[in-house]
């Protein structure tokens, strides 16, 4: 299976991307191949909301930056995972701005291969998902109809802890 895990944390060495690491490990053990693009060192302009991509573009967006490069693995991905540290009860600005631009791609179809969505998120406490949670079950179980595998978190002291690396390694490891 071919996983594109949309990293939407600033920090290079923060607790998102050690749970992100744990989890690629453990679904390319088992031979799953993940890519991972982290959204917040890329250049992804906002949807313009210009319908380019429903008019004249037949599902292409008009903007060419560096969503380009998520539009292509999209459209390879059988799975695909969001990973985000919650800010303000919801995604990243920059994880948010990424999935807005999903506008063009889902446009006239979801990308053909993909079937699958997770979602990890780390925060501060425990009652901080609900935004992130209204839009993963909203824009991609319900919208995109793609099949839950999971939404996994972490806050305060579970983030970065051996307990729950192993949880989303053995996560990773268990897709079929």
Do not use: W
Not at 3 to 19: A, W
Not at 68 to 92: N, R, T
Not at 157 to 171: T, V
């Amino acid at each position: 299976m071919r996983i594109l895990v949309l990293n939407g944390s600033p920090h290079q060495k923060g607790n998102t991307k050690k749970m992100i690491d744990a989890f690629a490990e453990g679904a390319e053990s088992t031979g799953h191949q993940v890519d991972v693009v982290d959204v917040c060192q890329k250049q992804i302009g906002g949807c313009m909301a210009c319908e380019y991509c429903h008019i004249k573009g037949k599902g292409v967006c008009v903007q060419k930056d560096d969503m380009q490069e998520v539009y292509g693995l999209l459209k390879q991905a059988d799975m695909l995972v969001l990973a985000s540290p919650i800010y303000y009860h919801g995604l990243s600005g920059q994880l948010k701005c990424t999935i807005d631009r999903f506008y063009a791609a889902a446009y006239p179809d979801r990308p053909p291969h993909l079937k699958k969505v997770a979602m990890i998120l780390s925060s501060g406490d425990a009652d901080m998902y609900d935004g992130a949670m209204f839009s993963f079950q909203g824009d991609f179980v319900g919208y995109l109809g793609l099949e839950n595998m999971g939404i996994f978190t972490a806050h305060g002291g579970e983030n970065g802890s051996p307990a729950k690396l192993r949880e989303l390694r053995e996560f990773g490891a268990s897709l079929r």
